[in-house]
């Protein structure tokens, strides 16, 4: 912060709101100290390392803003924090057999390799590829994080042999790189899970960190620190004021039933984003009716969230706010609409945008957060924000169907993404043809993925993006080689080698075609 003057820090709220923070925020990440030097040192000391916590207690933040940078400045050898599911489009006709968790991971770790070197590797491979030596002239350890491991921990099909063989090779590196520290993080209603494959994996060694809420102290360092990183003073009474709204639980009638012992980060950024969202002109921060903001912040994140679930999945909002009173805000009680068809992939849904938990459990979902219940028992579905016609979302959306299986609702999804596309925004534009290509070639209609890929392929063009262009070029040639078009595979894999020619994925497809001698039709 320093050398920026105070004028232009004070039209930077201190709440970040509700997304998790990066290395960027790590000047505003405050109140987990202790957590990082504990979790540092169960890092450094052992192999395997399992944090976990309730949703959205800040587990991604802590990796991201906390525990990464500091070892970074320790010069410690440890790779950009992993993810085995993304909103990244590759090709698949240009990757044919890869494992989609294990590319999405190794391409995390390794953002600027071609996904077509990341293919052929397994995370063995990966790994041992990183290796470096200590000034003894030793293997380094290696700090590797998966975050949201969760993710391949659910059972149910489809890839579910994908994410199955994603683990193995996470132990099997653990197995034959000693010198591997591997952090997974993990929700905790999927802590058992883990554990199970930890066993069946033969990993005793492995440690645990529970990752709690901000207790009232940590949660007042927070806010007070987060205003003196902008130049601004909170009287304490007004911070205390604040953190005992965000832990109070109310009833029916309004009446405060409880307070929580903790404060969730979540909601604590939630409420401050709102009640900061115009940087004020003096060091106050809470206003004349504090209980009314808090309660409109919550009520709006819980009317986005649910607003941006429902049309994701393809729900009206009446038969949402239906099941959500039924299932989880009134347990077993009657709706006043239809029952919905609720997915497990829109229950897991729910479950990644923090809103419930327990979505496997016999009873039922739960509600992640009691101090939820006021805000959604007095949302009404009329009046729920409609979400904007973001094509980058309506991107990942379809992204994710379609790693859910469910490919009708993926391409209807793209399909809307693309009608509301603006021409200015070329890289999602050419990333949603892409998406599209590939639904169509797992549908078997190769002539309208051709076509979609060559679509693709000139939007990454108008881009100068050749490497992008080269994996489209590279598809078209091999969905050609299966059609046994030789001359026309030839053509297209000779000008994706041109664009990316030291790619082993892509001339491997041009050897194949050069000496496949499949007439062409």
Known sequence: MAGIPAALRRQRSPFIGPRPFTAHDESLFFGRSDEIRLLRGLWRRNRLTILHSDAAAGKTSLLRAGLIPKLRADNANVLP???????????AAALPGHNPYVLTLLSSWDPEESPGRLAELSVGEFVRGRQT?????????????????????????????????????????LARRPNLRLLLAVRSDYLDDLRHEVKDAGRPECAEYHLRPLTPEAATDVVSRSAQAMRLHLPPA?????????????????????????????????????????????????????RAEVERALADWCGRTLAAAAAEHELSPRELESWLRRTVLHRGGTGTAPAAEITDAFLHSLEDRH???????????????????????????????????????????????????????????????????????????????????????????????????????????????????????????????????????IEHLMAAVSRIPNDPVVRTGLGQALTGGIADQ
């Open 133 to 173: 030596l200590d000034s003894d002239g030793e293997p380094a350890p290696i700090f590797a994080a998966v975050d949201q491991a969760e993710a391949f921990l659910r059972r149910q099909e489809p890839h579910q042999g994908h994410r199955r063989r994603l683990l193995d090779e996470l132990f099997e590196a």
């Open 355 to 489: 809103l419930i938990t327990d979505a496997r459990h016999s009873a039922g979902p739960d509600l992640r957060r009691r101090r939820l219940l006021a805000p959604l028992r007095g949302l009404d579905p009329g009046q729920w924000p409609s979400p904007p016609p973001d094509p980058a979302a309506l991107l990942c959306a379809a992204v994710r169907a379609r790693a859910a299986g469910e490919p009708d609702r993926a391409g209807r999804l793209a399909r809307e993404a693309a009608r509301v596309c603006p021409p200015k925004e070329m890289r999602v534009r050419a990333d949603i043809e892409s998406l599209l290509g590939n639904l169509c070639y797992e549908q078997r209609s190769p002539d309208e993925a051709v076509a979609r890929y060559l679509a693709a392929a000139t939007l990454y063009e108008a881009l100068n993006d050749g490497a992008s262009v080269g994996w489209m070029l590279a598809a078209v040639g091999r969905i050609s080689l299966a059609q046994g078009r030789r001359s026309t595979a």
């Open 238 to 290: 007004e911070v205390e004021e604040l953190l005992e709204e965000l832990r109070a639980v109310r009833d029916e009638s309004g009446r405060v039933s409880r307070l929580t012992r903790a404060i969730d980060p979540l909601l604590l950024q939630v409420a401050g984003a709102h009640l900061w969202r115009d940087p004020p002109g003096h060091d106050h921060l809470v206003p004349a009716s504090l």
């Open 81 to 91: 924090l992993g993810r085995a599911t993304s909103c990244q489009v590759w090709p």
